[in-house]
């Protein structure tokens, strides 16, 4: 079956612009989950989601990052007045459910360049 | 909230075992410990979990210690496609997890 994907695979923009980065998680996964890698480091924890509903968005840096998922399925992370060090792989993944073991699948993420 | 330690970087011999280690002395009684993969320019890839007693499936095995304090992810017949970023989670915060800076594994022919 279709694993997660997302889309853009690559975006560049320039300081102050804002975007939208999108991830289509796997059919019937209810739980969803951002993700931030800077080079050299691993994946950092942005926001989590169960169903509609942001359960956790702790990992969020500040009010320009903001993450929607309207229908329980298809989530977008949307940054206002990109900075340069947004610049990273932003990686989904999603899960069957929202227990602690359940597996994580991701997707090949979305590297974002602010100019 | 429970951290791990892993080496930065490991050589395997090709068709040889490769043992990675992970320290979690902070992890508590129902935390899970993860293992996943990063090949590069993919995102991470599952390899296997545990709580307490010892995992085994295709890809690996991994062996938790008594008093779970660390552990040891084991590929038995290490190939030059295993070449990647090992990272060693436990599960914060319910569904968090914290991936910290993992071991990057070379797999030498």
């Known amino acids: 079956g279709a694993g997660v994907s997302q889309t853009p695979s690559n975006k560049v923009t320039e300081k102050g612009k804002y975007v939208e980065l999108r991830c289509d998680p796997i059919?019937?996964?209810?739980?969803l989950y951002w993700y931030r890698q800077s080079l050299g480091q691993g994946p950092e924890f942005l926001i989590y989601?169960?169903?509609?509903?942001?359960?956790?968005d702790s990992g969020l840096p500040n009010d320009r990052f903001f993450a929607v998922r309207p229908e329980g399925s298809v989530s977008t992370l949307k940054i206002q007045r990109t900075e340069r060090g947004d610049s990273a792989v932003y990686l989904c993944a999603s899960s069957r459910g929202g227990s602690a073991v359940d597996e994580q699948f991701f997707g090949p993420g979305t590297r974002l360049t602010v100019l | 909230d429970a951290k791990t330690t892993q080496p930065p970087s490991m050589d395997c011999a090709e068709g040889r075992a490769a043992n990675l280690p992970c320290n979690h002395s902070?992890?508590?009684?129902?935390?899970?410990v993860y293992w996943y993969r990063q090949i590069h320019s993919q995102g991470p890839q599952y390899i296997i979990h545990g709580l307490k007693n010892n995992e085994t499936n295709e890809m690996a095995s991994l062996i938790i210690t008594e008093d779970r304090k660390s552990s040891t992810l084991i590929l038995p017949h290490a190939t030059l496609r295993d070449t990647a970023v090992y990272y060693c989670?436990?599960?914060?915060?319910?569904?968090?997890?914290?991936f910290g800076t993992g071991t990057s594994l070379t797999v030498i022919p």
């Open positions: 059919s019937g996964h209810t739980a």
């Open positions: 902070t992890i508590s009684g129902n935390e899970y």
């Open positions: 989601f169960q169903g509609t509903g942001a359960a956790d």
């Open positions: 989670i436990v599960r914060v915060f319910g569904n968090q997890f914290y």
